[in-house]
């Protein structure tokens, strides 16, 4: 028998709807779980609980939110450590006897909308902060992972998170979703998904704070010098890890000609001797992927890529019978204009480009619209410090793959990857406060910055 579980406004409750759906396990594709589909009403009935409980939430001192949320993960236990610090800034005055100062304030409602990959630390990447800031909070998850938000905040629940301060509203897009872009009284938006989702947001959205994490085009640049044993095992991994549906995922690698025939060879016979299975099995390599659209969309685009003229090194079909499972697969003499090599797939196909020098590389590497990840595998410094310098993308990994965010650093991506925020780390407090400036004159006279003269 599925599990069924009700929205998260104020405690657990159906729908006003009544309507529910459900998630499937895409490795066997039984049904897991029935969900409510929350609508428009129901984001209005969290707004109102979120408003009321805004004021006794945002009072909270900070360092008291932070362990109220210290039982989650890494990230609660880092923002939890947050709550004590929420630094603001003081500096001296032109004028004298006067003192200035920024503290940072919550933002109010603010609605977090999450993809699927990654659907418990994403969601945990913004709660955490959001909570710790002093925020009430309406999240709505993505309607493939419903589960795991249900049992993140059952978690928050039993970690004494006071009823009111998060809403969990499951349910499709439209409306569940695009009522909190548009709602009024909800002041800020955190997204992660995927680009077109995100630039619907900031044309609909109105005037709100708004945090977007989008896609990826991952590149790893392999120079000739690189220990090559190193970088193969970092492109496997961060191409097929995690069946490629991972926003840091290696979706392209640019490598030396010196060492192309070498990489294709030895890639070829990694990649095909991958085990797929379920990922609840402990011998599993590459598990399925999420959905039917998404098999889908890894085999159009292999149409796609042979169309274009690339060579299909391996790979390039679904598997036959249950689960939503598509061979890791890899393209050959691609080209930067191939839409393989510029479009986000999100599925384990991986492309091989072949460049003649460093500046190459790195010019293959920004061709894209994207900015998240990226990586080089290089022994020679020079080289290591010129793509630090040069590769456009929000982080560069030296010798290491796509792959492996920490979550006291900040994670983002530039481009069309998103709009300038980070997540995690320090900067992750960024995205849920407003940054207030306080003047306090002890003068006793009325003082004018700027033109007042003694
Ligand atoms: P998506 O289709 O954009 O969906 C993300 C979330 O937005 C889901 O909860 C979805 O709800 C909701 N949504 C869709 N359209 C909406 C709208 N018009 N208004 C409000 N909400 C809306 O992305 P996805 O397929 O779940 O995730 C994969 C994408 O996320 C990839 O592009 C990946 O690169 C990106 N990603 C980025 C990062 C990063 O940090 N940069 C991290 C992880 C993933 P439903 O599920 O109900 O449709």
């Given at each position: 028998m599925p599990e069924y579980c009700k929205l998260y406004i104020n405690g657990w409750t159906d729908s006003t709807s009544g309507e529910t759906f459900k998630s499937l396990n895409?490795?066997?594709?039984?049904?897991i779980v029935i969900l409510q589909k929350g609508n428009a009403e129901d984001v209005n009935k969290a707004v109102d609980v979120a408003e009321k409980t805004f004021d006794s939430w945002s009072e909270t001192p900070a360092p008291k939110r932070g362990s109220d949320v210290q039982e989650a993960i890494d990230i609660f236990e880092y923002m939890a450590g947050e709550g004590r610090r929420l630094f603001g800034h003081t500096t001296p005055s032109e004028l004298k006897n006067k003192f200035c100062m920024t503290v940072r304030r919550p933002i109010g409602v603010v609605g977090i909308i999450t993809p699927w990959n990654f659907p418990i630390a994403i969601p945990a990447w913004k709660l955490a902060p959001a909570l710790v800031c002093g925020n009430t909070v309406i999240w709505k998850p993505s309607s493939d992972t419903p589960l795991c938000a249900v049992e993140l905040v059952k978690i928050l629940e039993k970690a004494g998170v006071p009823k009111g301060v998060v809403s969990l509203i499951t349910g499709p897009a439209e409306p569940a979703g695009t009522e909190i872009v548009k709602?009024?009284?909800?002041?800020g938006i955190s997204f992660t998904g995927s680009r077109d989702t995100g630039l619907w947001i900031t044309q609909n959205a109105g005037i709100k704070k708004i945090g977007l994490e989008l896609g990826g085009k991952n590149g790893v640049i392999v120079m000739p010098d690189a220990d090559m044993k190193l970088a193969l095992d970092g492109i496997i991994w961060g191409a097929f890890g995690t069946t490629g549906q991972r926003?840091?995922?290696?979706?392209?690698v640019i490598l030396h000609e010196e060492v192309k025939k070498q990489l294709e060879d030895a890639l070829r016979k990694r990649a095909t001797a991958l085990r797929l299975g379920s990922?609840?099995?402990?011998?599993?390599?590459v598990g399925p992927l999420i959905n039917k659209a998404a098999v889908e969309k890894s085999e159009r685009y292999t149409k796609i890529g042979q169309e274009e003229g690339a060579k299909l090194l391996c790979g390039g079909e679904r598997l036959k019978g249950k689960g939503f499972f598509f061979e890791p697969t890899i393209f050959t003499d691609?080209?930067?204009?191939?839409r393989i090599a510029k479009e986000?797939?999100?599925?384990?196909v991986l492309s091989l480009i072949s460049v003649s020098s460093l500046d190459e590389a790195i010019e293959a590497m920004n061709s894209v619209e994207y900015g998240l990840s990226s990586s080089i595998y290089t022994n020679d410094i020079k080289a290591a410090f010129k793509a630090i310098e040069k590769i456009q993308a929000g982080i560069t990994y030296v010798n290491s793959s796509t792959t492996g965010a920490e979550t006291h650093l900040p994670f983002g991506g530039v481009k069309q990857t998103g709009n300038g925020t980070r997540e995690a780390g320090i900067l992750g407090i960024d995205e849920f406060s407003e940054v207030k400036t306080v003047y306090i004159d002890y003068s006793g006279k009325l003082q004018r910055a700027q033109i007042d003269t003694e």
């Open positions: 895409p490795a066997t594709e039984e049904v709602h009024k009284k909800i002041l926003c840091t995922a290696a979706s392209r990922g609840l099995d402990a011998n599993t390599d691609v080209s930067m204009d191939m986000e797939i999100f599925g384990p």
